[in-house]
């Protein structure tokens, strides 16, 4: 796995761009955090420096010079002072006591280095010091300056060590993240090359808690999905072309061989061209059907559609093909509650054509002494047109492939048809966003086409 692949991929370039952000803020909050340190222990040891400022003032009221001296040497012998510094200095600046040899030029509170009497090179140290008057002489009083340098180093030296950890683990999961996602895309790729190779079964592995290229594999694989439904139905529809566009032009080639024939032995030939012409007038037919319902599909443009009263349609359509249907047997009747303002907003030809072709399709499918009952009606925002026979009806397990182009029951294999009629109803219906439903009638069937409100 390449590492400059992985190190290309979103999570890990924004791991950096969230580390470079953190150490802007660690510096910040950092400086921030060592300046309030330092300052809080400075004003604290200000604070005992003014404590023991008072403390030898009262030493000095209570047993004068002779004792301040005494006590400022005793204190200076004591071990435990080490980081104090004590100095007496009489009116001329002349040392009295403690370790302090050389007064300082300032009287007050100063972050300063002090001359100590026995000071060694390597132990010279800042101090914060002290200066008071008492009366003629003056007093130093100096605390060093390492126990604050010492914290400040520590908390420093933390924060790097903080910042170092917390910088090389945003860095370990930005890698791993990314080189997680690399993998899901490499795996996304190969699944696509197998798709290319023909394997529509192909499916990309989803985790089972899915982040979000799992959600674009999840809908990858409905594309997919529907991809392969529309490969599959690509191949059964061409199967089928190829089916029933051969039976008409076999017998079209049979009639004008024997047509040939005929011919030859000088009688007629025209009933043997006619059945052929009719075979090659079959033959067109169907390709006008396709081409229809593939214009159909394609068709986007409403310039055609307008509101049209659906009953006066209805009624139109019911008269044309009534006299078919009384000579197949068939009782083909409007249903007589009807609401004679249905409005509906379509293309008017499209909805003639989709009750011809169901009229037609229950009508030659049904036996003789059927009803067949059509209806119309508002139904919420929208209008609900209903077909009903109490023919032979559909199987439940059929009824999904009937609106497929070229589908034919094996029950109707012996009537005349194409398999074409309902497919272009349900180009028609899709493109009204129409919803076609079948049902049982119990005996019979139900075809429920509801239209939905279309705004003009």
């Not at 200066?131 to 520590?154: E, F, K, W, Y």
């Not at 592995?205 to 982040?211: F, H, L, M, Q, T």
């Not at 009629?421 to 139900?446: E, F, M, N, Y």
Request: with cysteine; charged share 20%; hydrophobic share 45%.
């Amino acid at each position: 796995m390449p590492l400059a692949n992985i190190t290309a991929g979103s999570a890990f370039r924004v791991a950096v761009q969230l580390l470079a952000v953190f150490i802007v803020m660690l510096l910040v909050a950092g400086t921030v955090l060592v300046s309030a340190v330092t300052n809080t222990l400075e004003n604290e040891t200000r604070a005992q420096l003014e404590e023991e400022a008072l403390l030898f003032e009262d030493i000095y009221d209570a047993e004068g010079t002779p004792g301040l001296t005494k006590t400022i040497e005793e204190l200076g012998r004591q071990s435990v002072l080490f980081d104090h510094a004590l100095g007496l200095f009489d009116e001329d600046q002349v040392h009295l006591a403690g370790q302090v040899s050389l007064m300082p030029d300032f009287v007050g509170w100063r972050k300063t280095r002090l001359t100590l009497a026995d000071s060694q090179p390597d132990k010279e140290q800042n101090y914060h010091a002290r200066v008071i008057q008492l009366n003629s002489m003056t007093l130093v009083i100096g605390r060093s300056t390492a126990h604050i340098d010492a914290a400040r180093i520590q908390l420093i030296f933390w924060l790097l060590v903080t910042g170092v950890f917390l910088s090389l683990g945003a860095l370990i999961l930005g890698y791993l993240a990314s080189r997680r996602s690399y993998r899901k895309l490499q795996r996304m790729g190969q699944i696509l090359k197998a798709i290319a190779a023909g394997d529509m079964s192909a499916r990309i592995p989803v985790s089972e808690k899915p982040d979000q290229i799992d959600l674009i594999a999840l809908q990858m694989n409905a594309q997919l999905q529907h991809l392969a439904t529309l490969v599959n139905g690509i191949q059964a529809t061409a199967t089928a072309i190829a089916h029933d566009l051969k039976t008409p032009l076999s017998h079209a080639q049979i009639a004008l061989y024997e047509a040939g024939d005929k011919c030859d032995r000088g009688e007629d030939p025209e009933q043997e061209i006619s059945q052929a012409l009719s075979k090659l007038e079959q033959l067109n037919q169907t390709f006008d059907t396709i081409l229809r319902i593939s214009r159909i599909q394609a068709h986007t443009d409403r310039s055609s559609f307008a509101t049209v009263e659906l009953y006066g349609l209805v009624e139109k359509i019911h008269d044309l093909l009534e006299p078919g249907a009384q000579d197949a047997g068939i009782r083909l009747t409007v249903m007589p509650q009807q609401q004679a303002e249905l409005k509906l907003y379509c293309d008017a030809g499209m909805i003639q054509q989709l009750l011809i072709n169901l009229l037609t399709n229950a009508i030659t499918h049904c036996p003789s002494g059927s009803h067949v009952q059509i209806s119309a009606m508002q139904q919420g925002d929208g209008v609900m047109l209903t077909v009903e026979d109490n023919g032979p009806g559909i199987p439940e397990d059929e009824r999904d492939a009937v609106f497929k182009p070229f589908s034919r029951l094996s029950q109707s294999r012996t009537t005349p048809g194409n398999g074409l009629g309902l497919a272009l109803v349900k180009a028609i219906a899709d493109a009204h966003q129409a919803r076609i439903s079948l049902a049982d009638a119990g005996p019979g069937l139900t075809i429920r086409i509801l239209f939905p409100k279309l705004v003009p």
